[in-house]
T-cell receptor, first 114, second 115 residues
Framework: DVKVTQSSRYLVKRTGEKVFLECVQDMDHENMFWYRQDPGLGLRLIYFSYDVKMKEKGDIPEGYSVSREKKERFSLILESASTNQTSMYLC?????????????FGSGTRLTVV | AQKVTQAQTEISVVEKEDVTLDCVYETRDTTYYLFWYKQPPSGELVFLIRRNSFDEQNEISGRYSWNFQKSTSSFNFTITASQVVDSAVYFCALNNETGAQKLVFGQGTRLTINP
């Protein structure tokens, strides 16, 4: 079965820490996405990548960066975590050939910054 | 720019009632796709339906039905004879199937079905 794996389900970090959220997919998909989910705001796109070493800003990139050194792995980086980055983070991938919606979502990482 | 609006933040109904979740979208593209997802308390996003912009036929799947109207830029979702298991957050989303195919989501509607 197709999978997108996010390394942590829950994470607690301190203000100012550098935080890495990892996402790995096993489907050889070109496109990968990082979303942030907040109540009343839905899912908002932070960054996306359409190929190795390629990245583009989404709607809310401020305070975040990403890395895609290998096709299967897309990392979200919080350079200096702040309390307003406390949220649920969802990773997704999509390839050229697909069924249904074509997107595969990870189970999410709930990050708390204290 | 693309935008999806779900004006209903929360809906609460009694079991067996019918309920409609509204979705209005904005896009300049002529070719696009609309989606509905369900997010139960466990957190994973469950795909429900995908509809392309050239197919305005309504769709029914069991107790679920979708009404796509390009004239009003709406893609509404109706649950007939609701059940407690339908309680979840529901998201409407849009993409234009070009470039990186990013999904634009609405704000979500929290649906609570009371026994």
């Amino acid at each position: 079965d197709v999978k997108v794996t996010q390394s942590s389900r829950y994470l607690v970090k301190r203000t100012g820490e550098k935080v890495f959220l990892e996402c790995v997919q096993d489907m050889d998909h070109e496109n990968m996405f990082w979303y942030r989910q907040d109540p009343g705001l839905g899912l908002r796109l932070i960054y996306f990548s359409y190929d190795v070493k390629m990245k583009e800003k989404g709607d809310i990139p401020e305070g975040y960066s990403v890395s895609r050194e290998k096709k299967e792995r897309f990392s979200l980086i919080l350079e200096s975590a702040s309390t307003n980055q406390t949220s649920m983070y969802l990773c997704a991938s999509r390839g050229g050939l697909w069924r249904g919606d074509g997107y595969t979502f990870g189970s999410g990482t709930r990050l708390t910054v204290v | 720019a693309q935008k999806v609006t779900q004006a209903q933040t929360e809906i609460s109904v009694v079991e067996k009632e019918d309920v409609t979740l509204d979705c209005v979208y904005e896009t300049r593209d002529t070719t696009y796709y609309l989606f509905w997802y369900k997010q139960p308390p466990s957190g994973e996003l469950v795909f429900l339906i995908r509809r392309n912009s050239f197919d305005e036929q309504n769709e029914i799947s069991g107790r679920y039905s979708w009404n796509f109207q390009k004239s009003t830029s709406s893609f509404n979702f109706t649950i007939t004879a609701s059940q407690v298991v339908d309680s979840a957050v529901y998201f409407c989303a849009l993409n234009n199937e070009t470039g990186a195919q990013k999904l634009v989501f609405g704000q979500g509607t929290r649906l609570t079905i009371n026994p």
